[in-house]
C-alpha cells in the first residue's frame, strides 16, 4: 500500500506538470509528490529530500524578469529566479542544522574551498552579475551538501526509480515534439519563452532539434547521457526494458548533439562489453515465434530506413562544422577567447558571469563577424569557463572534486548504481567539454551524481 502512494505520486506530478496550464500549477506538482512521498515514507525530510531531486531537473521559474543581467544589449537572459529547487532548498535546510555529523570526505572539502574562492571572487568584483552568479553557484554547492547529509544507501532504489521516472518522461516529450517538429507549447517547455518555433541544426535548417523539458537540444541530451545509465545497468531485462532502452536512444538521436551520439556510442560499447547488452541472441531467438521474430526483424528495417536520410545530412555537414561559422568553429573560437581571459586574469579570472561580457566587449578573435553574442554564445566548455571566471585556482578546486569523486566511483564500482554513476558523470564531462553548463541547470548534476557515489 506505501509503494502505491508512491507510484500514484509520481504518476500525479508527471500528469500536472504536463497538463499545467501556468506556473502555480506547475509548482503545485511538486508539493503533490511530496505528500505522496510522506505517505509512502513517513518521514517529512525524506519527501522533501526525493522531491528535491525531481526538482533539479526543472528550468522553469518564477520572478527571472527581475533579476536580468547586464548589459541589456547582450540578452543574457535573467542570473537568477525563484525555481521549485529553490523552494525545496529552503525548507530542507533548516531541518539540516541540527542533523549529526556526516563522514566528511576530502571531496568535500575542496567543494568548500571552490565555494570560499568564489565568494573572494564574488567581493573583488562587485558587480550585479558576480552576484547573481554567486547565488546560483551557492545554491548548487548548499544541495550537494544537502544530499551529503542526507542520503543514504537505503535511498538509492527510490533515487533510481525517480531518475528512471524523468529519464522516461524526457524521452516520451522529446519524441512527442520529433512528431510534430516543434515544441508543443506547455508550460514545462521553457524554450518557447526565446524560440517558439524551437531549435534547428546551425548546418541543415531542416533538422528539429528535440529539447524535452529544458532550453536547448545539447542540455536535453546530457540529461538523457547522464539518467540513460541507470536504465542500462538495470538487472532486469525485459521486453519493456529493452522497449525503454530503443526510445531513449532515439531521443538522443533526435537531439541531432554529434557530441551525445559519440559519447553515447562509446556507452552502449561498454555496456555490450560489460554484458548488460546480451549478445547471445541464438537462444532468446529459439524462444520467440517466428511471427514476433518476423515483426522485430521488419520494425528494425523500419526504423533504419527512416532514420537513415537524418543521420546521412547530419553527418554530411560535419566538414561545414570547421568553416568559418560553422559551430565546431564558433566554438574554437570561444576556447581562444577563455584562454585569452585566463592568460589576462590567471588568478581571480574576470568574475562570476561576466566571461560573455568581457569577450564581448573585447575579442582577442574574429567571432562577432560571425555572431552576435548572446546568451546562447557564452564559452562552450564548463572547465574553460569556470577558469576564465574563478581563475585558475578556482578551476583546480572544482577539477580536484571531480577526480576525487571519479576515483571513489571507480573503486566501488562492483555495484551497479556505482557504475552507472560513474557513466553518468563521465558522460557529463564528456559533454560540458563542449557546452557551457557552469550558469546552467546542468551545472547542478556534478554535485548530484558525486552526492550519490559518495553516499
Known amino acids: 500500500m506505501k509503494k502505491s502512494y508512491f507510484y500514484l505520486g509520481l504518476a500525479l506530478f508527471y500528469l500536472i506538470i504536463f497538463f499545467a496550464p501556468n506556473k502555480p500549477v506547475y509548482f503545485g506538482a511538486y508539493f503533490v509528490s511530496t505528500f505522496s512521498f510522506y505517505l509512502y515514507s513517513k518521514n517529512f525530510i525524506t519527501s522533501l529530500l526525493y522531491s528535491l531531486i525531481l526538482s533539479l531537473f526543472s528550468e522553469i521559474g518564477l520572478a527571472g524578469s527581475l533579476f536580468l543581467m547586464e548589459p541589456s544589449s547582450l540578452n543574457m537572459g535573467s542570473g537568477w529566479w525563484v525555481s521549485p529547487m529553490t523552494i525545496f532548498l529552503v525548507a530542507l535546510l533548516p531541518l539540516s542544522l541540527n542533523r549529526k555529523s556526516l563522514k566528511i570526505h576530502l571531496a568535500d572539502i575542496l567543494v568548500l574551498l571552490f565555494f570560499i574562492w568564489s565568494a573572494i571572487n564574488s567581493v573583488i568584483y562587485p558587480y550585479t552579475n558576480v552576484f547573481l552568479g554567486f547565488v546560483t553557484l551557492s545554491e548548487c554547492i548548499l544541495i550537494y551538501y544537502l544530499l551529503r547529509i542526507h542520503l543514504t544507501k537505503k535511498d538509492i532504489p527510490i533515487i533510481i526509480i525517480l531518475f528512471l521516472s524523468m529519464l522516461l518522461f524526457q524521452t516520451v516529450i522529446g519524441l512527442m515534439q520529433w512528431r510534430v ?86 556507452s552502449l560499447v561498454y555496456y555490450l562489453w560489460s554484458g548488460y547488452i546480451p549478445l547471445d541472441l541464438k537462444i532468446k531467438i529459439r524462444k520467440i515465434n517466428l511471427s514476433v521474430f518476423s515483426v522485430f526483424v521488419v520494425l528494425f528495417f523500419f526504423i533504419f530506413i527512416t532514420m537513415f536520410p537524418y543521420l546521412a545530412v547530419r553527418l554530411q555537414s560535419f566538414s561545414l562544422a570547421f568553416e568559418e561559422g560553422g559551430s565546431m568553429n564558433i566554438r574554437l573560437k570561444l576556447y581562444q577567447e577563455a584562454l585569452s581571459m585566463i592568460l589576462q586574469y590567471p588568478i581571480f579570472g574576470v568574475g562570476l558571469n561576466r566571461s560573455l561580457e568581457t569577450y564581448a566587449l573585447n575579442p582577442s578573435t574574429n567571432i562577432t563577424r560571425f555572431i552576435y553574442p548572446s546568451g546562447f554564445y557564452r564559452i562552450h566548455n564548463t572547465f574553460l569557463e569556470i577558469a576564465s571566471e574563478t ?43 563542449f557546452n557551457p553548463f557552469f550558469h546552467f541547470s546542468q551545472f547542478r548534476l556534478f554535485f548530484l551524481l558525486s552526492a550519490l557515489i559518495l553516499a
Not at 562492483?414 to 552507472?420: G, I, N
Open 391 to 433: 581563475g585558475i585556482i578556482g578551476s583546480i578546486f572544482f577539477i580536484a572534486f571531480i577526480f576525487l569523486v571519479l576515483k571513489k566511483a571507480y573503486s566501488d564500482r562492483h555495484t551497479d548504481y556505482k557504475k552507472a554513476s560513474l557513466i553518468g558523470l563521465l558522460s557529463l564531462i564528456g559533454i560540458s567539454f
Open 181 to 266: 517538429q516543434r515544441p508543443l507549447g506547455q508550460t514545462f517547455e521553457p524554450i518557447i519563452t526565446d524560440r517558439s518555433g524551437g531549435f534547428t541544426t546551425v548546418e541543415e535548417e531542416n533538422l528539429f532539434r528535440v529539447t524535452g523539458t529544458t532550453g536547448h537540444p545539447n542540455i536535453l541530451a546530457s540529461v538523457l547521457l547522464v539518467l540513460s545509465p541507470f536504465l542500462f545497468f538495470c538487472s532486469q531485462k525485459n521486453r519493456w526494458n529493452i522497449l525503454f532502452e530503443i526510445l531513449v536512444s532515439f531521443a538522443i538521436f533526435f537531439t541531432f548533439s554529434r557530441v551525445a551520439w559519440a559519447i553515447f556510442l562509446f
